[in-house]
Nanobody
């Protein structure tokens, strides 16, 4: 199995920054795309940012220019640097990875448990 554990969420004021981390562990052969999604109360889960195995990135238009996704493959970790946060960014943030386990031919999607980010004055 592959486990994803997020950290770094919390309560901040508008305009402040947070950095989320997501570490993958388990019987991992390779990790392809990694990313972050979020779900606000009463809304569907939406893509925030993804990064491919060769570093291509894609961002939601609402976070472009404020959030930066990066990955450290030596640590099997993906990060999300969030700057200029506003109340509309309040949500549970979920880590995502498309990974292949050792001994398996195909990759599967894995999700973390989520970490709460609240932006409020």
């Amino acid at each position: 199995q592959v486990q994803l554990v997020e950290s770094g969420g919390g309560l901040v004021q508008p305009g402040e920054s947070l950095r989320l981390s997501c570490a993958a562990s388990g019987s991992i052969a390779s990790i392809n795309t990694k990313g972050w999604y979020r779900q606000a109360p009463g809304k569907e889960r939406e893509l925030v940012a993804v990064i491919s195995s060769i570093g291509y990135t894609n961002y939601a238009s609402s976070v472009k220019g404020r959030f930066t996704i990066s990955r450290d493959d030596a640590k099997n970790t993906v990060y999300l640097q969030m700057n200029s946060l506003n109340p509309e960014d309040t949500a549970v943030y979920y880590c995502y990875a498309n990974a292949r386990q050792r001994g398996q031919w195909s990759a599967n999607d894995y999700w973390g448990q989520g970490t709460q980010v609240t932006v409020s004055s």
